[in-house]
């Protein structure tokens, strides 16, 4: 695996990783998301092998203990991992994978690998994430509080990835990441 053309995008809850992340492959044909796997039940509009791949909390400790995962850690209650047969998939097809993956994950994997394009995604304030979170509607109000929580930890690991971009406008956030390929 050439790791160097292997990229991390990570950041708070609400921040728009999903967002971006979206506009960012429908305009760069270079890259390719690389499916999460994960325990947690899909939300409405989600689809299996599109956006995670959904398993069982027993499926997810088979393929734990089978060494299927780069890296597999829990996150809000539910179990979220990296699929290496992904990355394998990717890199096959000429592109660059993309592992959308939380902070914790994502620091075991620079450490490990520490030429991947690691890249942090920010919100424009604090208080614009606040509003992100809520008005996505899909989390209890006790859930957003514990996301707000994580998100000023996971701020601060910022200084770890080797590129942080601020997510104030998409078309602008995209137009910085595409650059970040361009040699």
Known sequence: MNWSRVLILSGPSGVGKDTILARWSASDSRIAQAIACTTRAPRPGELDEVDYKFVCHADFEAMHA????LEAKNVHGNWYATRLSELDRIT?????????IDVQGALDVIAAHPEVL????LPPSTEELKRRLRARASDS???????LEDALHELAQACHYRHRVVNDDPDRAVAELMELLNP
């Open 66 to 69: 089978r060494g299927e995962f």
């Open 92 to 100: 096959k097809a000429g592109q660059w994978p993309v592992l959308k």
């Open 118 to 121: 690691s890249i942090f995604l």
């Open 141 to 147: 109000e006790d859930e957003i509080k514990r996301r």
